[in-house]
Structure formats: structure tokens, C-alpha cells
């Protein structure tokens, strides 16, 4: 039977449904499918809920990989016992940010074979090694970990894929995009950069004893100097496995990025959002680039790339709509505001602030403080964009002065008008300084007030759009109101819940008429 892969997309999945970012579709399974097609091996992507609970989803696959995060180890459980139930013979990979912890999940979930960090090279060797069809000696592979009798192998660290390998030999599959319900409503991640350049560390005492003792690499003038620490801790924010995981930033080049925008958007994708832990990371110097706050952001090459983009005619028809997300404060300038005002008017630039406290900014290993924040939301403001702020309860080093100066820093970002305020709850990520810390219980009471502030600035926000008249495009039924369509803004904005059934994709315009959460609004469809 011909070798056909089935890629599970099991990202965020968590113990079954994603319930947030559910529009969302990353460009991590899309790469994969990329190096499969690559090898002329025929592939499909499919969202764990489908393969789960859909029956028939897995008919017709001899292989499976899995493509998820930490937090979805109950899913990756259950797929991998489902396969094993019916499709004992067939290869199981996984991979993504799950990889980070390399022996807890091979000793618990066995897969045959764990793909560590980048994936696309390491997939290449088995698959010309002819390890889906025959035993080979795994130990030969770098960037695995796999079950060798008892013993949990974890094979040596692969180096980083260069930048023109990402741009012109490894190109995620843009056709498997189609896999996914519902794709043309949903924001499609076109990744421009991999890795950040974020290699200051945390000076917080870890749980196993590591601690900074200001030997001056972190801030040595040196970029290479930054790559190592001798205590071991990682680099980046404390809570973050970015740098570690993938290093400093390599950019794929303007016409990787612009060929494959075209082909999704051909294939009726609307909403691309281009995909960088830090994007003003991009083309920003040479590699390694680990100072975060400078060399200032490349105009000319953000400018450009933003230009080719716009000029693709179904941006410039405005039925598809291209958005940014991570921006580091301490690189949003005036002339980078005013950039994106001018070629990407209205879009909601994504700020991390983690944390309304200086002194904690600065401990967590954070590179722009909670005052640069403020200014770049102000600066956003000034410029017609519609910022969002991240914030983080239960961190590590937190305590009820930090979560105050949080609580006052939620009321300065409403005096600006922030667009949103997004507030999650501490993970320890395998690959992080912060790996070993515990997460904070959800009713944990230091983190009350925050959440309440945080919540209530969203919901306000919600009224300046009653009466508003915005495109949106449908994505799909609701899931709680029987006969209304979930519908996404074509530009920024809340989730839309409207009467009447619409299919995935169909563009609408609604005028908005109630706000029913600090996330949702309801209206009515006009045309
Ligand atoms: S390299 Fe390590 S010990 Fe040195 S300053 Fe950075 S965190 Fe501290």
C-alpha cells in the first residue's frame, strides 16, 4: 500500500476542543505537509477534534504524525492509543512545542519516533532513510528521541536550518490549507521569522538551584557572548521556550513569503497573519541576532515586503486582509508606527507586558519594560492601530505588589483605549527558564482583581463598536445558539455572532447591536 501520512493538528487542543484562537490555522502542520510533498509522499492534515470524533477521518492513512503543544498531551494520548488500536503497523511522529520535554513524552506517549524542535530537515533524513517503510538505526538520525528497550534515546541536537533553506528548498504545502474546515474564514500563519532575539535570561532563582550571578554575557557587546550561560539557565523571558527551541531569528526571503501568500490567497484564504515571535525581528541583522532592543527595526526591509504583499490583488480588492502580531516595545518606534499606519492601517499590533511591574519585567528577563509598553501602545493609539496587550497572572517572582502595579498599568492601557487586553494563566513550558515552576490554581486569589480589571476593560471596549457597520466573513455554526453563524471581522475586531446560515467563507457586511461577553458581540446581517 503507497506510503499517505496523515498530519494531525492537535495544537491547542488541550484535553479535546479548542475553545480559543479556534479561527486560527498555524503554519506548523502546513511545513511538515511541505516536506512530505517535498519527498513525493501524499499527505493530509486534519484537526485532532475530527480524528477523534468523526469516524472514517483516519481511512485510507498508513502513517501518522502529530503536530502539538504541551498542554495537548490528552488528545496526542488518546490519537496515539486509537491508532495503535487500528493501524498497528504504520509509523507514529510527533513533534512541535511538545518535543521540549524529549524523555517524559517518549516514556509516556510512545511515539515511534519524537522530532526535537525544527522538524523539517530531521523529517527529510527518515524519510530518505526509508524509515517508514523499513527499521533503520534511529541513533544515526539527529534531532530525535525514541524508545530503545527500556532506555528513552535522545539523539544529538541537529544545527539550525539556514535562511535560504527556509526560503527556497523547505516550502510549507499551501494546498493542504483546503484541509481544513472553514480555512477560508480563518487567519492563516504565514511564517517570516523563526527564532527571537530576546537572549537576556531571568535572574530569578530557579527551582534546581540556577541562579545569574551577572557574569556580564547577557549583556556583552558581543552577540555570541549571549548564545551560552553558565548556569545553564535558557535564554529569553523566563516563560517563554522560543530562543531556546528555535535561537536567535533567521527571516525567509520576501519572495518565499510573497509566492506563498498568493497561492492561499488564491485558494480563497482571507485572512493571512504573518507569523514571527518578534516580527520587527525581521531582516533586523545578521546572525546570531541576540541584542532584542537593537539594531532598530529595518524599515526598508518590512517596507517592502509589506508593499509586495498589499499589491496582490485580492489585498488591494480588500477581500483578504493581512495582519502582524508580535511586536516587541522596545523596537516599535515612531517611524515603525507610522510603517504600519500607512501600509497596514487599523491592524491590532500584539505587545507582551507580562507584568505591570518593573522591577518583575526586568527579573523575568523581559526586554522592554512595562513604560516602554505603555508608550507604544500610546504611540499605536496615535497612529489609528488598535493595540493588544499581553499580561500573565501566577508567574513566578509575582506577589500582591506586582499584581497591584499590574492592576494600575490595566487602568493607564484603558485611559489609551486599548484594543484588548489578553490575560492567561502561567504555563511552565518544557525548554524554559521557568520549565520547572508550578502553574498558579485557576481561583488562585493574588490574581482576582487582575482578572476583573482585565475583564472589564475588554467588555468596554466591546460598546464603541454598537453601531458600527463592519465586513466580516463566516466561519462557522454557533455552537450554543442554534440557527446563528459565528462570523470573524475581515479587519480586526470581536468575534460576531449573527441569525441565519451562512457557509464558511461567505463575505458579509454586519452591523453590530449587542455586546454579550468581553469577547462576543451579536448583530445583524445587512448585506
Ligand atoms: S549568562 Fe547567565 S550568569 Fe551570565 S549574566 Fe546571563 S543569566 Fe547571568
Same mark, same amino acid.
Given at each position: ?59 485510507? %492513512? ?12 490528552? #488528545?496526542?494520548?488518546?490519537?496515539? +492509543?486509537? /491508532? ?48 517508514? =517503510? ?15 528497550? +527500556? ?13 535560504? +533553506? ?21 487567519? *492563516? ?9 530576546? %537572549? ?18 547577557? =549583556? ?5 557572548? &549571549? ?11 523566563? %516563560? ?5 527551541? /528555535?535561537?536567535?531569528?533567521?527571516? &525567509? ?7 506563498? $501568500? ?45 508593499? &509586495?504583499?498589499?499589491? $496582490? ?5 480588500? $477581500? ?30 500584539? $505587545? ?20 516602554? *509598553?505603555?508608550?507604544? *501602545? ?28 499590574? #492592576? ?6 484603558? @485611559? ?20 520547572? %515552576?508550578?502553574?498558579?490554581?485557576? @481561583? ?70 449587542? #455586546? ?8 445583524? *446581517?445587512?448585506?
Amino acid at each position: 500500500m503507497t506510503d499517505t501520512v496523515l498530519i494531525v493538528d492537535a495544537l491547542s487542543a488541550g484535553s479535546g476542543q479548542r475553545t480559543s484562537s479556534r479561527d486560527s490555522i498555524g503554519c506548523g502542520p502546513r511545513t511538515i505537509a511541505g516536506v512530505f510533498e517535498l519527498c513525493d509522499i501524499p499527505c493530509g492534515i486534519r484537526r485532532v477534534e475530527d480524528v477523534l470524533y468523526k469516524k472514517g477521518t483516519t481511512r485510507g %492513512f498508513t502513517h501518522l504524525a502529530i503536530s502539538a503543544m504541551s498542554m495537548d498531551f490528552p #488528545v496526542v494520548e488518546q490519537v496515539i +492509543k486509537m /491508532w495503535n488500536r487500528t493501524r498497528p503497523q504504520g509509523r507514529i511522529l510527533l513533534g512541535g512545542p511538545i518535543s521540549g520535554e524529549p524523555q517524559r513524552m517518549v516514556s509516556l506517549l510512545r511515539p515511534d519516533v519524537l522530532i526535537i524542535g525544527e522538524g523539517e530537515a530531521t523529517l527529510e533524513d527518515l524519510i530518505s532513510s526509508d524509515y517508514l =517503510d523499513s527499521s533503520i538505526d534511529l541513533s544515526m538520525i539527529q534531532g530525535i528521541a525514541f524508545k530503545k528497550r +527500556k532506555d528513552v534515546v535522545v539523539t544529538s541536537r541537529r544545527p539550525a536550518i539556514s535562511e535560504e +533553506k527556509l526560503s527556497d528548498y523547505y516550502k510549507p504545502s499551501t494546498f493542504r490549507v483546503m484541509d481544513y474546515s472553514g480555512y477560508q474564514a480563518s487567519r *492563516v500563519y504565514v511564517e517570516v521569522v523563526r527564532g527571537c532575539s530576546n %537572549f537576556q535570561r531571568t535572574k530569578i532563582r530557579l527551582p534546581d538551584g540556577r541562579e545569574c550571578y551577572d557574569c556580564g554575557s547577557c =549583556d556583552s557587546v558581543d552577540p555570541t557572548m &549571549r548564545l551560552d550561560c553558565p548556569e545553564d539557565i535558557p535564554p529569553g523571558c523566563g %516563560f517563554c521556550s522560543v530562543p531556546a527551541t /528555535w535561537g536567535s531569528p533567521r527571516s &525567509r526571503s520576501e519572495d518565499a513569503i510573497v509566492s506563498e $501568500i498568493e497561492t492561499l490567497l488564491d485558494l480563497d484564504v482571507h485572512r493571512i497573519v504573518l507569523e514571527a515571535p518578534g516580527f520587527l525581528d525581521y531582516k533586523r541583522g545578521s546572525y546570531p541576532l541576540t541584542t532584542p532592543c537593537s539594531p532598530p527595526a529595518n524599515i526598508d526591509a518590512i517596507s517592502n515586503l509589506l508593499s &509586495r504583499i498589499n499589491s $496582490i490583488p485580492q489585498m488591494k480588492d480588500g $477581500i483578504a486582509h493581512l495582519s502582524v502580531e508580535n511586536i516587541k516595545a522596545c523596537l516599535f518606534s515612531e517611524p515603525v508606527a507610522k510603517m504600519f499606519s500607512d501600509m497596514l492601517p487599523s491592524i491590532s499590533p500584539n $505587545i507582551g507586558m507580562e507584568t505591570g511591574s518593573e522591577h518583575h519585567a526586568r527579573t523575568i528577563g523581559k526586554c522592554s519594560t512595562p513604560q516602554e *509598553v505603555l508608550q507604544a *501602545v500610546s504611540l499605536a493609539k496615535k497612529f489609528g492601530l488598535n493595540p493588544f496587550v499581553y499580561l500573565i497572572y501566577g508567574l513566578p517572582g509575582e506577589n500582591i505588589l506586582t499584581v497591584k502595579e499590574s #492592576v494600575d498599568m490595566v487602568k493607564k492601557l484603558a @485611559d489609551l483605549s486599548v484594543e484588548r487586553i489578553i490575560l492567561y494563566g502561567f504555563r511552565p513550558l518544557p525548554g524554559s527558564a521557568f520549565a520547572d %515552576f508550578d502553574p498558579p490554581t485557576h @481561583d488562585d486569589p493574588i490574581s482576582q482583581e487582575l482578572k476583573q480589571a482585565v475583564s472589564r476593560v475588554n467588555r468596554e471596549r466591546k460598546y464603541a463598536y454598537l453601531g458600527r457597520k463592519v465586513k466580516a466573513i463566516a466561519a462557522e455554526a454557533s455552537l450554543t445558539h442554534q440557527g446563528y453563524t459565528m462570523f470573524y471581522p475581515l479587519k480586526e475586531g470581536p468575534l460576531i455572532t449573527a441569525l441565519g446560515g451562512y457557509s464558511p467563507g461567505t463575505l458579509v457586511d454586519i452591523e453590530i447591536e449587542e #455586546v454579550l461577553s468581553d469577547g462576543l458581540v451579536r448583530g445583524t *446581517v445587512i448585506k
